[in-house]
């Protein structure tokens, strides 16, 4: 039972080979391959090229000898110059010839064959063979190549004699053996120096990436800053260095928004605590009335329903920017909706002394959306556009379809958003107004809860407004419904 782990153990225990040894083996291997076959096939052309030249010398020798007792049978001082002479006059491989008469007695002889070969051993292997020539060993371990031929003597043939060529194969054996030999002493050099210079070149690759995972070192939450320098990198390392530096980017911007939002809901969070500690606190400090008492009380409701609102939207932010979140889109009525919102703060709206109108085609129009989704988007635009309108002033709901896309609007005749702040509208816990009072703004989440839900449905949401004229958001979705 414990067998299994402590061989689990060990093997985490084993060093693991770096890249730089990983691509100098492979270097070394694919070389000595190389080298391997490249010698192998020279080694093996220069043999079938010697053995090709002594079989065309053998030939040729043989026809000689054929045409000579064929057209000049009683010529013997021409057999006996190329049978007995000729071969004395080459100092380089050596040949001999033997001339048999039909019972296999010696015709003519080159002198010196029956030192250097055996002549009996000789007649038992050309006997039955006639055709092929053969490698034999000669009396003192020389290598010869042996070729026979049975010849008609005469025209026309009166009989035929039998012609045997040996001939010395030593020096083509010698030029084989020391290529042999240099073969191994260059393959056992490139063994040496392959792993060598593959090393250095496998270190002088991976140096490019080695310097990329120092900078990654370095990278912590706090030392965001580093980037990869890619300049002189090859090209595959420069896209995989500017790919890390867009990572670091997005990170750092990340973070940074994190950092804010994070200090954003310290800020939001402490505001309503604090005012529903102190007030308890002041309360506390003395007997009060009931009538006081229940002004604490209001208060502090006021404070708790505003902090639940803010804890709300954080987590409704939270689920919207998830990956695993999904929509439960259905075939809805644009027109329908947006009456639907109408209805919902006419009243509010008529208190304010604001006209809340819906503008709309006079066909249906469908889109397919998460209904509950949309419905809190369009919303929270009307409530921040009846918060920021006057009394006696307007605001419009109005839904077109333009070029295969849902426009969604709502204007008011509101008292407009600076220019230099319309950048910063959809961020979280923003407001136009830095005391970030409850009258001015709210929780600062509803722009960025409406531009949530327009992401996750694919859409985008865009603001234009002037100061004193009033605002107009403008939600955009691609997704139109089939009819």
Do not use: C
Not at 364 to 384: G, K, Q, Y
Not at 392 to 416: M, P
Request: hydrophobic share 40%.
């Amino acid at each position: 039972m414990s067998s299994k782990p402590n061989r689990s153990a060990s093997a985490l225990l084993q060093p693991r080979r770096t890249l730089a040894f990983r691509l100098s083996a492979a270097y070394s291997l694919a070389g000595l391959m190389l080298v391997i076959l490249a010698t192998a096939s020279l080694y093996i052309v220069l043999r079938t090229e010697l053995d090709r030249s002594t079989e065309l010398f053998l030939a040729d020798k043989l026809h000689v000898l054929q045409t000579m007792l064929r057209e000049r049978p009683n010529d013997e001082d021409g057999l006996r110059e190329e049978i007995e002479l000729e071969s004395q006059a080459r100092r380089y491989q050596q040949f001999y010839i033997r001339l048999l008469d039909e019972r296999g007695l010696p015709i003519m002889t080159t002198p010196e064959m029956a030192a250097q070969l055996d002549l009996a051993e000789l007649a038992n292997r050309t006997s039955g063979r006639p055709e092929h020539s053969f490698a034999m060993a000669g009396r003192h371990g020389r290598p010869f190549r042996v070729a026979t031929a049975r010849v008609a003597v005469g025209t026309p043939p009166t009989h035929s004699d039998t012609v045997q060529i040996a001939i010395d194969v030593s020096q083509e054996e010698d030029l084989l053996a020391r290529f042999r030999r240099w073969f191994w002493g260059i393959l056992l050099a490139t063994a040496v120096l392959f792993p060598l210079v593959g090393y250095r070149i496998a270190r002088h690759g991976i140096r490019p990436v080695e310097e990329m995972a120092a900078t990654a070192r370095r990278i912590t939450s706090s030392n965001l800053r580093e980037r990869i320098g890619a300049e002189g990198y090859p090209s595959e390392l420069a896209s995989l260095a500017g790919t890390f530096n867009e990572m670091l980017d997005r990170l750092e911007e990340s973070f940074e928004r994190i950092s804010r939002f994070s200090a954003d809901i310290a800020h939001d969070l402490r505001t309503p605590v604090n005012n529903i500690r102190g007030e308890a606190e002041v309360a506390l400090a003395r007997s009060r009335t009931v009538a006081e008492y229940r002004d604490v009380l209001e208060s502090s409701l006021e404070e708790a329903v505003r902090l639940s609102d803010l804890i709300g939207d954080l987590l409704f932010l939270a689920r919207a920017e998830s990956p695993l979140t999904e929509l439960h889109r259905e075939s809805v009525n644009i027109g329908e909706l947006l009456s639907t919102v109408r209805d919902y703060y006419e009243a509010s709206a008529a208190d304010a002394g604001i006209s809340l109108i819906v503008k709309g085609g006079t066909e249906p129009l469908n889109a397919e959306l998460d209904r509950s989704l949309m419905l809190r988007a369009v919303s929270n635009l009307v409530s921040n556009a009846i918060a920021q309108t006057p009394p006696g002033g307007t605001v419009t709901l109005a839904a077109t379809n333009e070029d295969a896309a849902i426009h969604i609007e709502v204007s008011d005749t509101g008292v407009g958003i600076p220019a230099e702040a319309l950048p910063r509208v959809f961020d979280r816990f923003f407001r136009v107004d830095p005391s970030r009072s409850k009258t001015s703004g709210g929780t600062g989440l509803g722009l960025a809860i409406v531009q949530s839900i327009l992401t996750l449905h694919g859409g985008s949401a865009e603001i234009a407004s002037q100061l004193g004229r009033g605002t107009r958001v403008t939600l955009r979705m691609t997704a139109l419904a089939t009819r």
